[in-house]
């Protein structure tokens, strides 16, 4: 295993504060797994520096499942220099065949973003919200309904559920579970029977909500509003602001979130590289 050193971090967020701040967007670089351990798989981080050593461009690949997630920026002062592309290509080299899904991912306001993907090949793919609560949510719950961590026993339930809910084989499932070290998985139980499952990934004062899912009979019956109110209540109460993706289609999904205290701050797009 090899973690980004403190000097790789620091040139990180110095490179993405310019960018973001250039720009006016926000880049999702999910920095809990920068922050974890990283090259689980091969090289998942690229850099290119100038001459005098300052970080002009940086790719970061994240596996989720069946899929590989790619976000990149370039110094805006350094751009048309080929450096996006040249970052492009040696992680799509390592990485493309390897992967159902090669994805590239850009804040849909970024004008500069969407352009390169297009330029590169990509092919639009999906456009996910980014929703954001951070007041404690109001109270909902259902007779027999509770949340507990996961144990080690859990693990093969975890694996069905998420292969039923995100259309993956069980390996794939572990190996989302196995690339995301920093997550802390929680189970939905109906009466003691586990029903349902999603993650947290805890960083500073944030906490963001992965892999939430319900088996899809029970579904539309107020669990996962339950679920939800009582695991965003917890972390909101230790200080959080709670974050979550969800593909702009998904229209349960958003209901569900704004029902429980969730509102659009953004959006993310995401391009597929053949």
Not at 128 to 153: D, H, M, W
Not at 237 to 259: F, I, M, P, Q, R
């Amino acid at each position: 295993m090899i973690m980004l050193s403190s000097e790789q971090k620091k040139a990180i967020q110095s490179l993405q504060e310019k960018v973001e701040q250039a720009d006016g967007i926000k880049l999702k670089l999910n920095w809990d797994l920068l922050e974890g351990e990283r090259s689980l798989n091969g090289t998942e981080d690229y850099f290119h520096y100038n001459e005098k050593g300052e970080l002009l461009g940086y790719l970061a690949v994240y596996f989720f499942g069946n899929k590989m997630e790619c976000c990149g920026m370039v110094d805006p002062a350094a751009r048309r220099r080929g450096i996006g592309r040249m970052l492009l290509d040696q992680a799509a080299s390592d990485w493309q065949g390897k992967t159902k899904q090669f994805l590239l991912n850009s804040p849909t306001d970024s004008e500069s973003g969407i352009a390169f993907m297009k330029a590169v090949g990509g092919e639009y793919a999906f456009t996910e919200k980014q929703l954001v609560c951070r007041e404690v949510p109001i109270p909902y719950t259902k007779k027999g309904i509770r949340i507990r961590p996961a144990v080690s026993n859990d693990e093969p339930r975890i694996y069905e559920l998420d292969a039923e809910g995100f259309h993956m084989t069980k390996d794939e499932a572990k190996a989302l579970h196995h690339n995301n070290p920093t997550w802390v998985t929680y189970m939905i139980e109906e009466d003691n029977h586990p029903v349902g499952k999603l993650s947290i990934s805890r960083q500073d004062q944030e906490s963001w909500i992965y892999a939430f899912v319900l088996t899809k009979e029970k579904r539309g019956q107020g669990i996962g509003r339950a679920a939800l109110t009582d695991i965003v209540h917890r972390e909101v109460s230790n200080g959080k602001t709670v974050w979550l993706d969800v593909v702009c289609t998904n229209e349960a999904a958003l209901t569900l979130y704004h029902t429980c205290g969730f509102t659009e701050v953004g959006s993310q797009t995401y391009y597929t590289l053949k």
